[in-house]
Each structure stands twice: as C-alpha cells, then as structure tokens.
C-alpha cells in the first residue's frame, strides 16, 4: 500500500512539472489544510496569510500587484461577514481604488 501510494504522488508530481514547463498548471484556491475552498472566517492560518499579505502589499503601495492577485485579494475580501475583524480596511480600501481589474466579474 505504501509504494503504491508512493507511486500515485511520484506520477502526479512528474504530471505537474510537465504543467508547469508548459505553463498549464492551474490550481484550485483551497486551503490545504482543510481542502476546502478559502474564505474569511473558515481557517485562521489562511485569514493571517491574507492578512499578512494585503499589509505588505500596502507597505508597498500596491506597486506591481497584478490584476490576477488584486482580484484574488479582493474576492477573498468580498466574503467577510460583518464588521472588518481582521483591521485591513483601510489597506482594502486602497487596493480596491489601485486600478481596473482584468475583468469586471470581481465576485465571481
């Protein structure tokens, strides 16, 4: 059992190098901890990594933040409930004003 499940994650690795040397990995946003999809509230480990992301971002104001991971942030952000309880918004606030997203569907 063991080098049969050794076997399955050695060929799922060398199919996902071959995504990434052809520039077709896509990955699903769950949390790997739980696999479930992220969302404020639902892991802490995941609300402090976007957390701690958003501050840096904002340290740095928002320079060369892709439209990809402006989208990201702000679609995480979307489904807090109720009153900020992380205190980033302020930080959310300049990054929504930072610029187009790639597409209008933000929430989607």
Do not use: C, W
């Amino acid at each position: 059992m063991f080098e049969a499940s050794f076997d399955a994650a050695v060929q799922f690795d060398q199919r996902s190098f071959a995504e990434i040397r052809g520039k077709a990995l896509k990955l699903s946003n769950l949390d790997l901890d739980t696999g479930r999809p992220v969302s404020p509230g639902e892991y802490a480990l995941t609300d402090q990594s976007y957390d701690r992301l958003l501050k840096k971002l904002a340290e740095r104001k928002f320079a060369d933040v892709s439209a990809e991971l402006r989208k990201n942030i702000l679609r995480f952000y979307a489904g807090m409930k109720g009153p900020d309880p992380h205190g980033v918004d302020t930080d959310l606030a300049e990054l929504k004003a930072y610029g187009p997203l790639m597409n209008t569907d933000a929430h989607r």
